[in-house]
């Protein structure tokens, strides 16, 4: 079984298109969404009927999906998320609406070999930044493999039997292949298709091969510069469009 793993996506319709696209040269059986569908982007309602199309096997909320859906608020956001958040509910379709609705909370168990969460297995809303959150989140993960988002930052970490934790970036690769050995556990992100933030620009996907017990993180470059004028047409505060040119 080959997943393809899709997080972050928020409304990012170009870059949600390319990396369908680079996708379907790895083959893949099934899909895996790791939450944020929508919020900051331009292409809520085109971005969910995508995703919906896809059937994925397994999905999770995100945060600004929940807060999309009236399911919470955005005090938390910051204040051009706020406007991002209202943004999208007033766009999003009666469909689009239920779909996020029903998006289960995280974490969730995939199969014998793989979990998934938004922001980790702890607490779908944590931002596993700190290597201390990485440690506890691989700690309580029931599986080897613990894919996670949230973060918009590719990232593979690993502990060992002994509890070492090592934590990898593929920073720069447009391919990061990671095999893994038996006796350690994994908490990867795969990044963020639609709004990276590790500075690199392209869109980031991965496919979780379970026969093989490897994850390999991908880059693809999307017109940017589309998405963008979506963006900045649909009245979305600015800032919005220019951080998906330097990846932050
Ligand atoms: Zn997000």
Redesign the pocket.
Known sequence: MRYLVLS?I?SNLEALDAVLRAAAAHKYDAVLVLG?LV?YGADPNAVVERIRALKPVASVR?N?DKVAAGLDTAEDFNPMARAAATWTQDALSKTTLDYLRELPEGPTIVDDFIEICHGSPLDEDLYVVADIDAARSIAVSQRRLCLF??T?VALCGRMDAQNRLEIEAPQGHPEFETVLEDDAKYLVNPG?VGQPRDGDPRAAYAIADVARHAVTLYRVTYPIEVAQKKILDAGLPPPLAYRLAMGR
């Open positions: 972050d928020h944020d919020g995100g600004h988002g949230h918009h963020s």
